[in-house]
């Protein structure tokens, strides 16, 4: 790399680690006004490299999910393929780790809608990746026989979960299993949003027993004892 490319790289970089420290000061309402005064250069110089603040937080919101991926990713294939829970517990620990470490970043990922911001198609692939972590556990599960659900799901359910299942990322799911996955997810990030958002104060003193015990439910519930 040239060093000019390497220049731009490093100073892109340094845009979005300032914007990072702004989100943990400020939230989303980000300022390329406020991140440029912070770098100590004109705003201008900062539009050269985002356009605008959506570009920023869509940038931002990249690198987060991509983080949570890799470190989901790595965690999960540590583990024996034929050990599905342990698969699950992996993989649920891995995100409550990331998130743990990266609260701001995971409240930009899965908190509050930043008023003004439609995220573009860009974010879907690396929003996607832990979750095709849970897919391949799923699908693993099915295969060898070990996840078998029959629960009946109402017509719109199963209509809209036949269009996922159509796709590539989720074929060979049957939308049983592919209901129950969706609904151990959503209580995993619930659970987990409880937790960083204040929601259990006062209801919660030991939070590592609490989602331990919350990943083993969620795991019962898909057919993933221990």
Same mark, same amino acid.
Do not use: C
């Given at each position: 790399?040239?060093?000019?490319?390497? *220049? $731009?790289?490093?100073? &892109?970089?340094? !845009?979005?680690?300032? *914007?990072?420290?702004?989100?943990?000061?400020? #939230?989303?309402?980000?300022?390329?006004?406020?991140?440029?005064?912070?770098?100590?250069?004109?705003? /201008? %110089?900062?539009?050269?490299?985002?356009?605008?603040?959506?570009?920023?937080?869509?940038?931002?919101?990249?690198? #987060?999910?991509? %983080?949570?991926?890799?470190?989901? +990713?790595?965690? +999960?294939?540590?583990?024996?393929? #034929?050990?599905?829970?342990? $698969?699950?517990?992996?993989?649920?620990? =891995? !995100?409550?780790?990331? =998130?743990?470490?990266?609260?701001?970043?995971?409240?930009?990922?899965?908190? /509050?809608?930043?008023?003004?911001?439609?995220?573009?198609?860009?974010?879907?692939?690396?929003?996607?990746?832990?979750?095709?972590?849970?897919?391949?556990?799923?699908?693993?599960?099915? *295969?060898? #026989?070990?996840?078998?659900?029959?629960?009946?799901?109402?017509?719109?359910?199963? %209509?809209?979960? =036949?269009?996922?299942?159509? &796709?590539?990322?989720?074929?060979?799911?049957?939308?049983?299993?592919?209901?129950?996955?969706? &609904?151990?997810?959503?209580?995993?990030?619930?659970?987990?949003?409880? +937790?960083?958002?204040?929601?259990?104060?006062?209801?919660? &003193?030991?939070?590592?027993?609490?989602?331990?015990?919350?990943?083993?439910?969620?795991?019962?519930?898909?057919?993933?004892?221990?």
């Amino acid at each position: 790399m040239g060093v000019r490319a390497q *220049a $731009r790289v490093d100073t &892109t970089e340094a !845009i979005k680690q300032t *914007a990072r420290r702004h989100l943990a000061q400020d #939230g989303p309402n980000l300022s390329l006004r406020a991140v440029a005064r912070d770098l100590g250069v004109v705003s /201008s %110089a900062v539009y050269r490299y985002f356009a605008s603040r959506d570009d920023l937080l869509t940038a931002l919101i990249v690198d #987060g999910y991509d %983080a949570l991926g890799a470190n989901v +990713e790595v965690a +999960e294939a540590r583990q024996p393929r #034929g050990d599905l829970a342990a $698969r699950w517990f992996a993989l649920g620990r =891995a !995100i409550r780790a990331w =998130a743990r470490a990266n609260p701001h970043e995971y409240a930009l990922l899965y908190g /509050s809608p930043v008023p003004g911001y439609a995220a573009p198609r860009d974010t879907v692939e690396p929003a996607n990746r832990p979750v095709l972590v849970l897919v391949s556990i799923l699908r693993d599960g099915a *295969a060898s #026989g070990t996840l078998t659900v029959n629960d009946r799901l109402p017509r719109a359910v199963r %209509a809209d979960l =036949a269009q996922l299942i159509a &796709t590539p990322e989720f074929a060979d799911v049957s939308p049983a299993v592919l209901a129950r996955g969706m &609904t151990a997810w959503a209580q995993l990030f619930g659970t987990l949003s409880f +937790e960083l958002f204040g929601r259990l104060t006062g209801a919660v &003193t030991n939070y590592d027993a609490y989602f331990e015990y919350q990943l083993k439910a969620m795991g019962s519930y898909l057919g993933l004892h221990r």
